[in-house]
């Protein structure tokens, strides 16, 4: 009996372990110091910019059946983390994080903040502000303003930022997707 319990044990958490999806991550960190004079003082300026990329390792669908599948590339998640350390304390002092999508091959930044985040894009060098999501009280859903439509949003499965809202000219619901951008 005693065998027969421990086999069953060992035989649970050994399926349990082989369910994991396996992942592919890359975390590339930069510090760029700078020296700032400021009301005559010289100040030692700190950016930190952590850029983390994840993919799941997947193989072609269509060939389930092989041993040895090809490869399947799907969506790689970017992850971009800007710190700012202006004094010469050891904390940073400013932390943004943004991850970049696509929609009608635009490509949009989503800056995180207290509330939700801020979906920009970027004219030349210079930083747009495109619409707003605030978290709603659900929390796997925002309340999303654009400057072309506001609706409600959410992340699916993939990562990609789905949003409904009604338009009244047409009289339908319409969906529209923020694709997570693919390196």
């Keep these: 009996m005693k065998n027969i319990f421990i086999s069953a044990a060992l035989?649970?958490?050994?399926a349990g372990f082989a369910q994991e999806n396996p992942v592919d991550s890359m975390e590339e960190t930069k510090v760029k110091t700078m020296t700032?004079?400021?009301?005559?003082?010289?100040?030692?300026?700190?950016?930190?910019?952590?850029?983390?990329?994840?993919?799941?390792?997947?193989t072609n669908p269509a060939q389930d059946h092989l041993r040895d599948a090809d490869r399947y590339l799907p969506p790689t998640k970017v992850t971009k983390t800007i710190m700012?350390?202006?004094?010469?304390?050891?904390?940073?002092?400013?932390?943004?994080?943004?991850k970049y999508y696509t929609f009608k091959n635009v490509k949009y930044a989503f800056r995180?903040?207290?509330?939700?985040?801020?979906?920009?894009n970027f004219d030349g060098d210079k930083e747009v502000i495109f619409g707003k999501a605030?978290?709603?009280?659900?929390n796997n859903y925002y309340i999303v303003t654009l400057d072309d439509f506001a609706g409600v949003g959410y992340f699916d499965d993939n990562g990609n930022?789905?949003?409904?809202?009604?338009?009244s000219e047409l009289d339908?619901?319409?969906?529209?997707?923020?694709?997570a951008v693919p390196f």
């Excluded at 035989?11 to 050994?14: P, R």
């Excluded at 930022?161 to 338009?167: G, H, Q, R, S, V």
Aim: proline share 1%.
């Design 112 to 120: 995180a903040d207290e509330t939700g985040f801020m979906v920009t």
């Design 84 to 98: 700012v350390d202006n004094d010469n304390d050891p904390f940073y002092d400013n932390k943004t994080k943004l």
């Design 134 to 138: 605030v978290r709603s009280s659900l």
């Design 11 to 14: 035989l649970i958490f050994t």
């Design 172 to 179: 339908v619901l319409v969906s529209e997707r923020f694709d």
């Design 161 to 167: 930022l789905i949003i409904e809202y009604y338009d």
């Design 36 to 58: 700032v004079e400021k009301d005559g003082e010289t100040i030692e300026t700190k950016v930190k910019v952590v850029t983390k990329k994840e993919q799941e390792v997947m």
